[in-house]
């Protein structure tokens, strides 16, 4: 997960307000959760800014840095629009934040391995969906004039830069967190590592398979500059590639190297 700061309008795509106004207008008129959530899965505009999110990461997906190659992105609600579970549990009397359906700061580019549910070969669910725990119900919105910012989400979020400095990446390929175990950022980030399943379906085994070639090359050169693989080891570090805080870690193992040490 790599910090994401969102492109501010006036950058929206040009229908993007007109479409805005007209969808909020609509969902707060409807009274009821019923008619509100029909509206909603009815009129999913959000896609419009697909594209918009996609050029801010680099064409990757927020949560864990990969490119999408054969399947579409999703457009994640971070707050989940119609219905909220913690833990895979329904949460009771909570309709979702509703409010925030087509608010563009609600929306996180994500991959499909991220965002849908899916079972791993040991039955364990992974994907966000609709989880959103909190630290303290008591502190949840639940109507549109409460604060988000009472809320202590246990789900790590791209787009706070402190969130994303909670995992560390290593160089056999998995993500871990890196504050010490029984604090709640430890929690946090073993939730968010386990709930999307960064270490699952061999992406480890991918991003050290990768890892290697470039382990070789730095080998080979040892303490002399190369034009050639300091344009290799530069594509890795750059922010729209596949894995680059994964990457930028493993490069870093090489701090010894002065030329090495001058790219990061």
């Known amino acids: 997960m790599r910090f994401i700061q969102i492109p501010l309008p006036p950058h929206l795509p040009a229908r993007w307000p007109k479409v805005y106004t007209g969808r909020l207008a609509k969902v707060n008129s409807l009274g009821t959760h019923t008619l509100r959530s029909a509206y909603i899965k009815k009129n999913g505009s959000w896609g419009l800014l697909k594209k918009w999110l996609a050029n801010a990461s680099g064409h990757k997906c927020w949560y864990c840095e990969a490119k999408s190659t054969r399947a579409p992105f999703d457009v994640d609600h971070f707050r989940p629009k119609l219905g909220i579970t913690v833990d895979g549990v329904k949460l009771a009397g909570h309709d979702g934040y509703y409010w925030l359906a087509y608010e563009w700061w609600n929306f996180r580019l994500s991959c499909q391995r991220c965002n849908r549910p899916e079972k791993d070969d040991t039955d364990v669910l992974h994907g966000k969906a609709n989880e959103f725990p909190v630290r303290d119900e008591a502190q949840r919105c639940g109507l549109p004039t409460g604060q988000l910012t009472a809320e202590s989400p246990r789900l790590l979020d791209p787009c706070v830069q402190a969130d994303c400095e909670l995992l560390a990446h290593g160089i056999d390929g998995e993500v871990k967190p890196v504050a010490p175990d029984g604090t709640w950022e430890y929690t ?3 939730y968010t590592i ?14 050290r398979s990768r890892w290697q070639t470039l382990a ?11 034009p050639a693989v300091i344009s290799e080891i530069n594509k890795h570090l750059s922010h ?3 894995y680059a805080s994964f990457f930028r870690s493993a ?13 990061l």
Do not use: C, M, Y
């Not at 386990?194 to 991003?207: I, Q, S, V, Y």
């Open 251 to 263: 490069i870093g193992t090489h701090r010894d190297k002065t030329w090495v040490e001058a790219l």
């Open 240 to 242: 729209d590639h596949e």
């Open 188 to 190: 946090r980030a073993r």
């Open 194 to 207: 386990d709930r999307l399943g960064f270490n699952e379906w061999n992406t480890p085994e991918d991003k």
């Open 216 to 226: 070789t090359l730095l080998a080979v050169v040892g303490n002399t500059s190369n």
